[in-house]
């Protein structure tokens, strides 16, 4: 195990105020894009670039807000095997919704 | 790992007490428990918002042009503001634990106080939203809703399924951030043991994580 790891554990991570701002600012400017692109005629791919989007806006509220960035590994196998579940549920519902 | 999680209350933590790394000091307090018993509890919500994304997915394929329709009768600007509103009550929510972080009591609960402020206008948006719709015969039940096609039905009833349940969480969320408010005014959440203000920030960003889909999926597919 890294010292890295070692430390993430025993501290308290304070993150500067300017990052949690410079997120905001990030979070606020791709709604505009969202909104501008969903102004732009994509027929079926305007859903999948709203989705792309709203998913690196959920990426920075994730490792920024909540954290997760500065957390210790066990909670990124949290998040992973949680996602990884979600994704299946979707797969698997589908499959059957398609093909029935 | 093991031994950081089997740190015991020691003689060692008491050369901590002033900073902000005393927290094996504290009998009992374990705030990487804590966070990760909220992080399961979060992972329940998305099994909740989760299979409703499923639902609405399903009956989007099946009535794309009504959703599109649907989503067209939706105020995009009315829409983005709340985003914007929402969105600012996430960094407030953060700043108010980085503020006790540091000791700043008096900016965490400023910033506390932002926050249920910005949920309340998100409501009261959100009510303004809903009342328009009302006003027009268009809620679930309605005999306005009944006469229309159903892929129309479905969308209407899937806009206030899911908004009404993520609603339903910035109020909870709000009464929590009161709660913790009213908790770190007596100093019983507090620079050495601010886990519940953390756990309830992140049920905050997750309110927040919903809407983030939300607001595309209903208002930009038009």
Redesign the interface.
């Known amino acids: 195990?890294s010292a890295n790891?070692?430390a993430h554990?025993?501290?308290?991570h304070?993150?500067p105020?300017k990052v949690?701002?410079g997120?905001?600012a990030a979070?606020?400017v791709l709604?505009g894009v969202?909104?501008g692109a969903?102004l732009v005629d994509m027929k079926q791919m305007?859903?999948f670039v709203?989705?792309f989007?709203?998913c690196a806006?959920?990426l920075l509220?994730?490792l920024?807000?909540?954290?997760i960035a500065y957390?210790?590994r066990?909670?990124w196998w949290?998040?992973i095997s949680?996602?990884g579940a979600?994704i299946v549920?979707?797969v698997l519902?589908?499959a059957d919704?398609a093909f029935r | 790992m093991s031994d950081s999680l089997s740190a015991a209350p020691s003689a060692t933590g008491d050369a901590h007490a002033d900073d902000h790394h005393g927290h094996y000091g504290v009998p009992g307090y374990d705030p990487i428990a804590s966070r990760m018993g909220m992080w399961l509890f979060l992972f329940t919500e998305l099994l909740l918002f989760g299979a409703l994304f499923i639902a609405f997915a399903a009956y989007l394929s099946k009535y794309p042009t009504y959703f599109a329709e649907g989503s067209g009768s939706l105020n995009v600007p009315v829409g983005a503001f709340n985003t914007v509103v929402l969105l600012t009550s996430s960094l407030t929510m953060a700043l108010a634990i980085a503020a006790l972080q540091r000791g700043d009591k008096n900016l965490s609960i400023k910033m506390l106080n932002a926050t249920v402020l910005f949920a309340g206008v998100f409501c009261v948006i959100k009510a303004f939203e809903w009342g328009a719709k009302i006003e027009m015969g268009i809620y679930p039940g309605s005999a306005t809703l009944a006469a229309m096609d159903q892929g129309k039905q479905a969308f209407y009833n899937m806009y206030y399924t899911m908004t009404g349940f993520h609603a339903l969480h910035v109020i909870i969320g709000a009464g929590l951030i009161l709660w913790v408010k009213k908790r770190t005014l007596d100093d019983r959440v507090n620079p050495k043991r601010l886990v519940l203000m953390e756990n309830i920030g992140l049920y905050w960003h997750l309110v927040d994580l919903v809407w983030i889909f939300l607001f595309p999926l209903y208002y930009l597919i038009a």
Do not use: N, P, Q
Not at chain 1, 64 to 67: E, G
């Open positions: 195990m790891d070692h554990e025993h501290e308290v304070i993150t105020y949690y701002i997120v905001w979070l606020i709604t969202t909104v969903a305007t859903i709203a989705l989007i709203a806006k959920s509220v994730i920024y807000f909540m954290h957390e210790s066990v909670f949290f998040l949680a996602f979600y549920f979707v519902t589908f919704y």
